[in-house]
């Protein structure tokens, strides 16, 4: 049996007039994340991880912001087909840990609910993908409001 790590960042400037879209789930907020698709640094975190774990490469690969057909794709859109391509290559996920560094609004209301939108999409149980919120404690761009950061580790078998 074969095991596979992959480490997956994003990085979304927080903006007025755009949705907070993370794991697909639309959070209530006065700010959303500026993006080529609708900006879900979470979904696009977990895909990376995945991207890199099995060595296909990076999102843009897949997905170029320089491509009009999919401004303001769903990223689940994206998640799924990139998890698509790594079932192709016959691995599967074994579990997924993601942090979202956000300083507001305040998450932990959501996490169920992004958590089983990720599962659907991921087809993974719901004990093998931990979502958790951290602020940015006041400091730095996360701190001050001006982005949302995510961190993802990703396990994969074959
Ligand atoms: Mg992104």
Same mark, same amino acid.
């Given at each position: 049996m074969e095991f596979r790590i992959g480490t997956g960042y994003d990085i979304h400037r927080l903006v007025e007039g755009r949705k907070l879209i993370l794991g697909g789930i639309q959070i209530p907020h006065t700010l959303g994340c500026l993006g080529h698709s609708d900006g879900d640094a979470l979904s696009h975190a977990i895909a990376d991880a995945i991207l890199g774990a099995t060595a296909m490469g990076d999102i843009g690969q897949f997905f170029p912001d320089t491509d009009e057909n999919i401004a303001g794709i769903s990223s689940l859109t994206i998640l799924s087909e990139i998890c698509s391509e790594m079932k192709k290559r016959y691995w599967r996920i074994v579990n997924i840990d993601s942090t979202v560094v956000i300083? &507001?609004? &305040?998450l932990a209301g959501y996490i169920p609910d992004i958590k089983k939108k990720l599962v659907r999409i991921l087809g993974i149980p719901e004990d093998a993908i931990g979502v958790k919120a951290k602020t940015g404690e006041g400091l730095g761009p996360v701190g001050e409001n001006k982005c949302v950061e995510v961190f993802v580790s990703v396990l994969l078998q074959r």
């Open positions: 300083e &507001k609004p &305040k």
